[in-house]
């Protein structure tokens, strides 16, 4: 809506006092009356949808438009805490094989081992898990995309010499790669971080810990 906006004001057949109405009424339609508290209705059902894609394994916040941005300034706020690599933003608009990528760290083929780590979760609630926030990672261009699979200690400290692990990546891999191990619990923490992290980055609240836990783990 707003990029065909500023292409009309760029050629002038829009004017900005139009562009700042359209604004007006989005901020009206997404937030509480006066204050910074976003409807809840509204986010639930975009979250709802994007969990809702049952053809594609790789559904929740993973088809989430706007998540290689969040990631990428979430990353951003945690090199003030840790030391990795800085991920560049033009990184993520590459498209060659090596460059950002975004890991599910609990994978869609759960091996033995996953399904030892969430055997409190039945099974066909995996997919709420694998597509939660909290589980979706940023990589860097030093880890090898062969990881998938891999349990957590592997994926943490790499198998071989010639194969890195979150410890020697990003800044959100090495947060990750602190935890000692990753159950249902690490993913809905991390999650409610990186909810944390966008309240306060954009400046703006969310109705409840309920509602978060709610937009975290959908249909749960």
């Not at 002038?12 to 901020?27: A, F, N, S, Y």
């Not at 809702?52 to 998540?67: L, V």
């Not at 926030?133 to 957590?152: M, V």
């Not at 990546?169 to 990186?194: F, H, L, N």
Request: aromatic share 12%; charged share 35%.
């Amino acid at each position: 809506e707003f990029s065909i906006a500023a292409k009309d004001l760029h050629k002038g057949t829009k004017d900005i006092k139009t562009i700042v109405d359209m604004l007006e009424e989005r901020v009206k339609r997404s937030f509480e009356s006066g204050s910074s508290t976003i409807k809840t209705k509204n986010v639930q059902v975009m979250v709802e949808k994007l969990f809702e894609q049952k053809d594609d394994e790789r559904g929740g916040f993973y088809r989430w438009s706007a998540i290689h941005y969040f990631l990428y300034e979430y990353n951003e706020k945690l090199g003030e805490k840790y030391h990795g690599d800085k991920c560049s933003w033009e990184d993520f608009k590459q498209t060659e094989k090596d460059k950002i990528s975004i890991e599910h760290i609990f994978p869609h083929n759960v091996t033995e081992y996953w399904q030892g780590k969430f055997a409190a979760v039945s099974p066909d609630k995996w997919a709420i898990y694998q597509g939660s926030l909290g589980n979706l990672l940023l990589l860097s261009q030093k880890i090898n995309a062969a990881l998938q699979d891999d349990d957590f200690d592997a994926k943490k400290n790499g198998k071989t010499d010639r194969r890195n692990g979150y410890s020697n990546g990003s800044y959100s891999e090495r947060e990750v790669s602190q935890k000692a191990e990753w159950t249902p619990a690490e993913i809905e923490e991390r999650g409610k971080d990186m909810l944390k992290f966008m309240e306060d980055r954009w400046k703006f609240k969310f109705e409840s810990d309920e509602v978060k836990k709610g937009l975290l783990l959908p249909f749960k």
